[in-house]
């Protein structure tokens, strides 16, 4: 599934049309997030630093890419994408980082997102 979210996505760079295609399978997709989990499990994302200079949290597609970018040992949590956007609103998020074609997610579209999942599921 991700490997077809991957391409999906690609193809929206070039048809934007189909974001909304792309956000529709990505809110349903479990995704990896740099991170890890304390005692009482609760979620402690690292962050990085956007060309901006903003912080923002990322987070993979798949598991390869982030032991690709990141290293094999680096530590990662697996998470719904739809809950981390739930979880982190109002925070700035990054898919696939170091990819030729990493995605910025900015906190309003993000919430622009969450909101458009949620009129589709009344």
């Known amino acids: ?5 991957q391409q999906l996505y690609e193809t929206t760079l070039d048809h ?4 909304q295609d792309f956000y529709q399978q990505l809110l349903n997709t479990q995704v990896f997030c740099l991170g890890e989990r304390d005692e009482n499990q609760q979620l402690h994302f690292q962050l990085m ?3 901006d200079g903003e ?3 990322p987070f993979f597609l798949n598991l390869a890419m982030l032991q690709q970018d990141v290293g094999l ?3 990662f949590v697996m998470i719904n994408a739809e809950k981390l956007f739930t979880i982190t609103k109002g925070a700035t998020l990054v898919m696939n980082p170091l990819s030729e074609h ?4 900015l906190a309003e579209e993000v919430e622009a997102i969450l909101e458009f999942a949620k009129q589709k599921n009344l």
Not at 1 to 5: A, F, T
Not at 102 to 105: D, I, N
């Open 1 to 5: 599934m991700q490997n077809s979210l």
């Open 16 to 19: 934007p049309e189909q974001y």
């Open 49 to 51: 630093q956007t060309d």
């Open 55 to 57: 912080q923002a949290i």
């Open 73 to 75: 040992d680096a530590e």
């Open 102 to 105: 990493p995605k910025e997610f």
